[in-house]
């Protein structure tokens, strides 16, 4: 089997830390498998290298930033490869250039367009373990690029695409995916399996286990994920196309995010294209909306209200101030006091049952649901902020306790 | 005119000497220079690295331990790089690869093979300040080397040859080449020019302005060096072919090396051929040796006696006691209390009176010569190394002080 592995920063912050995910990697290769492993800079080194940036030039250019911060990578890929090397193993490092990762040249945030396969192979068939430099890249123009967050799940999932790997595997700090936040509630339990679009939903609504980025490329190329934990030896959670246990389970997980607030535009003149008016000034500020109600008021007129990430509040504010004469309304308020608790599960709207599960659970516990949105895989409403982590449990005890 | 300056890594340690250097560039640049930067890694950065491998590894590969090394120079780029775009310059760093800096496989040590100038060029005309990474390469295989001690002004050397730049800028924390050591002789002056044979007789007696390395390529491609502060704006010393002041004065300098041995072979048989075998065997042991002396004693047995660096006599001691009955001697003894002084001057096999000022100036102080040797452009002489200090100071006198 060709099984690409991946651990994050924490999992390779000191040398003992090495020494464990040494451990890890050598018994996959012992036991027979061709493996190519990503890694990320050791601990805190980005930060360290961004503040020593920050210290010389509070505003460099995001080309020379990423010159500076793909030093982490190949830093932590030399030392594991000493580790290995250390245990009698058959090893070589390799960076994005040496493989050929070509990205697009959004220093920072670049895309990767193509991975030349020609020197992983070459290593690969001398029977080494190949150590790469994960959240690096390089422009056509050979300068040096990086993925911005979760970069280095994106490479490891990229090379186990191009490799044709049986198996990505994506270690971290936790053991898995859950049904729930394991550290708000206690019943939670870890999936064995999920799909690739449950898993999209619940990394979009905080379970930082994936970037959904690297989920979605998953996806696409049909990677078979796995999500397991560097520090605990367990099955970790499967993420693939169709789960076998599809039928049993009718939701997979609920989630919360707290990162969320609602804006309310007050008294939107009751004229056809008023709406998209204000959708329109919205999304020109590069606002993204989630769910969206219009309620429609005795004196013909109308308030719309939406869901924004709660850092672009402001900015959406702000577009739609720009137009009010425009679009004409009377005043926009924000509430950022609000949670989106979701439920997820792709079995879900076949089973008409669901959400009026959910609406029994909050209803036992008095919470009051100000918006509701559905999809195919998910169930989400809007409530207070200071009611989630009840709601969650109230949702959780519902599904999974009884 | 193109420039090609270099600093080495205390002139990069922190964020006030990058911007102390950045102005020496900025002011070199804004003169209407084309500017190529060669820089080492920060500071005490190279050694952190190799107690961080040390920790993992004792014994790491030289792939990763370059792997992991020429992180250091693309770190002090990139921040060097920030440091100018701060002053509103127009800059760009670029690494071993991206230069198309191609070595030999010798790890650790490697040796500059070519350089592409296609992307150095592409960057001068688009009037951009080039910083590169020193004291790293790629091999044909695109992997990583390091060039070894002193591998950064090899870069900046070899950069001006390929790009015939007009000038190679050496910049170090002392402010040139100097007649003697200025912390121990007072009358120490900094010498305008220096021929490359007068300094490479400086470098190998310990004065470590330059490598011998970037000194023999300097002189290969006539490349005309200068060595001179970072940290003091005053012109350095220019090593060139004919230096215009060669006829005025007889020598250049006078330095001491105290990281010197004398091993003395007691009683060889005095037949054909033992010399000979005494030497073959210190040369296979991988010994440089230096100066030799045969004495014939009234028996028909002779003792040799010659000069070692101080770290490898017990090396040259071993392999010839190994032969000892091939060669047939009595014993061996080591002495490593003497210090080697010698005066340095391109016109001085010319001027016969230079030996006899050499000897008068030692004679005054009645310090007593074991050995002497004498070439082109140099005259040695072995003391013992209690008397080095002052033999130095007496030379000096003599010849820059009267």
Chains 1, 2 share one sequence.
């Not at 509070?58 to 030399?78: F, H, N, V, Y």
């Not at 990229?158 to 019943?187: M, N, S, W």
């Not at 049909?222 to 030896?233: M, P």
Request: glycine share 8%; proline share 2%; net charge negative.
């Amino acid at each position: 089997m060709l099984i690409v592995q991946k651990f994050g920063g924490s999992s390779v912050a000191d040398a003992k830390r090495i020494r464990n995910v040494a451990g890890i990697i050598a018994e996959t290769f012992l036991e027979g498998n061709d493996v190519v492993v990503v890694l990320s800079a050791q601990g805190d080194t980005t930060d360290d290298l961004l503040a020593k940036a920050a210290e010389i030039n509070p505003a460099p250019s995001k080309r020379e930033l990423d010159m500076l911060l793909t030093t982490g990578e190949q830093q932590s890929i030399a030392l594991m490869a000493m580790c290995l090397e250390g245990m009698g193993l058959p090893v070589v490092s390799l960076t994005a250039w040496q493989i050929g990762l070509r990205t697009d040249a959004d220093y920072g945030a670049a895309r990767i367009r193509r991975i030349a396969t020609e020197r992983l192979k070459r290593e690969l068939d001398k029977k080494r373990i190949v150590l790469v430099a994960g959240f690096q890249g390089i422009t056509r123009f050979d300068d040096y690029t990086t993925l911005g967050r979760g970069g280095s799940d994106t490479t490891a999932v990229a090379l186990a695409a191009v490799l044709h790997a049986d198996r990505c595997q994506i270690f971290t700090d936790v053991e898995g995916v859950y049904t729930a936040d394991p550290r708000k509630v206690p019943g939670a339990r870890k999936l064995e399996e999920v799909t690739y679009d449950e898993m999209l939903e619940l990394a979009s609504m905080g379970a930082q286990v994936l970037m959904n980025r690297s989920v979605q490329m998953a996806k696409r190329y049909g990677v078979e994920l796995e999500v397991l934990s560097s520090l605990v030896r367990a099955p970790g959670t499967k993420v693939k196309e169709v789960p076998s246990s599809m039928e049993e389970m009718k939701i997979t997980g609920i989630a919360k995010d707290e990162h969320t607030a609602r804006l309310t535009v007050v008294r939107v003149a009751d004229k056809p294209g008023s709406a998209f008016k204000v959708m329109n000034a919205v999304s020109k500020a590069g606002v993204t909306v989630d769910m969206i109600i219009q309620a429609t008021g005795r004196d013909g007129e109308n308030d719309i209200s939406f869901v924004v990430p709660e850092d672009q509040a402001e900015q959406a504010r702000d577009m739609l101030m720009e137009r009010k004469k425009a679009i004409g309304f009377d005043h926009v308020s924000i509430d950022k006091d609000i949670a989106k608790v979701s439920v997820i599960g792709a079995g879900m709207m076949s089973s008409a049952g669901i959400s009026s599960l959910v609406f029994e659970a909050l209803n036992d516990e008095h919470i009051n649901i100000q918006m509701i949105s559905t999809s195919e895989i998910k169930i989400s409403c809007v409530i207070d902020a200071a009611s989630a982590d009840r709601a969650v449990a109230a949702i959780h005890r519902k599904f999974f306790e009884q």
